[in-house]
T-cell receptor
Framework: RKEVEQDPGPFNVPEGATVAFNCTYSNSASQSFFWYRQDCRKEPKLLMS???SGNEDGRFTAQLNRASQYISLLIRDSKLSDSATYLCVVYTGTASKLTFGTGTRLQVTL | NAGVMQNPRHLVRRRGQEARLRCSPMKGHSHVYWYRQLPEEGLKFMVY????????ESGMPKERFSAEFPKEGPSILRIQQVVRGDSAAYFCASSPNYSTETQYFGPGTRLLVL
C-alpha cells in the first residue's frame, strides 16, 4: 500500500465549477499535512497547510480527518489558471521528510 | 532573497557517464533535501543533509548514488555510471532550522540518459 494515495484523475471541469480532491495516508504517526501544486515540468509549490480544524484561503479549502487518515482539498469557482497537478503531502517529523502522493491532475476548461 | 537554486537545469549524459547535480539552498537555510521524480510518478525522498552531515539517506539507491553538503559551497548529488532508468527530474529543497517541515523547492534538474 502506498503511503499517500490520490486519485490520479484527470479531473476535467468547466470554469466556475467546484471540484474536490481526496487523499488518504497510511502512517498514523504523520504530523503535518499539505497540498502542493505542480505545474507541468516545474517544481512543486506549497498551496496550503492542512489542519484538523480546516483552513480556507480564498477559493481553496483544506480539511484533515485524523481518525480516517483522510485529507481533502476543495476548489471553488475554478479558474483556467488552476489547471495543474495537486499533490497531497505528508510530513513525518521523525524522518524530517515529505512524502508525496502521485498527484491529481486538474484541467479547467472554458 | 534568492530561492533555492539548482544547476544545471538540464543535463544529458550517455550511459556509463557521471552526473553531478548542484543545489544552493535559500540564504540562511542549512537543511537540504533531494527528491527524485520519475516520469508520471510522484516525488520520492532520497536524502536529507545538513552541513557536512548526512542525516537520512534511506531513499538513496544503494549503489552509484552519493550526496554531500560541504561546509562551503552547494550540495552535490552525484550519480556514477548512469543508466537509462536514472532519467528523471531531481529536485532539491531547503528548510530553515526552526521548521524542517517547511521545505522550499528549487526548479529541478532534468537528467536525460541516452
Amino acid at each position: 500500500r502506498k503511503e499517500v494515495e490520490q486519485d490520479p484523475g484527470p479531473f476535467n471541469v468547466p470554469e466556475g465549477a467546484t471540484v474536490a480532491f481526496n487523499c488518504t495516508y497510511s502512517n498514523s504517526a504523520s504530523q503535518s499535512f499539505f497540498w502542493y501544486r505542480q505545474d507541468c515540468r516545474k517544481e512543486p509549490k506549497l498551496l496550503m497547510s492542512v489542519y484538523s480544524s480546516g483552513n480556507e484561503d480564498g477559493r481553496f479549502t483544506a480539511q484533515l480527518n485524523r481518525a480516517s487518515q483522510y485529507i481533502s482539498l476543495l476548489i471553488r469557482d475554478s479558474k483556467l489558471s488552476d489547471s495543474a497537478t495537486y499533490l497531497c503531502v505528508v510530513y513525518t517529523g521523525t524522518a524530517s521528510k515529505l512524502t508525496f502522493g502521485t498527484g491529481t491532475r486538474l484541467q479547467v476548461t472554458l | 532573497n534568492a530561492g533555492v537554486m539548482q544547476n544545471p537545469r538540464h543535463l544529458v549524459r550517455r550511459r556509463g557517464q557521471e552526473a553531478r547535480l548542484r543545489c544552493s539552498p535559500m540564504k540562511g537555510h542549512s537543511h537540504v533535501y533531494w527528491y527524485r521524480q520519475l516520469p508520471e510518478e510522484g516525488l520520492k525522498f532520497m536524502v536529507y543533509l545538513q552541513k557536512e552531515n548526512i542525516i537520512d539517506e534511506s531513499g538513496m539507491p544503494k549503489e552509484r548514488f552519493s550526496a554531500e553538503f560541504p561546509k562551503e559551497g552547494p550540495s552535490i548529488l552525484r550519480i556514477q555510471q548512469v543508466v537509462r532508468g536514472d532519467s528523471a527530474a531531481y529536485f532539491c529543497a531547503s528548510s530553515p532550522n526552526y521548521s524542517t517541515e517547511t521545505q522550499y523547492f528549487g526548479p529541478g534538474t532534468r537528467l536525460l540518459v541516452l
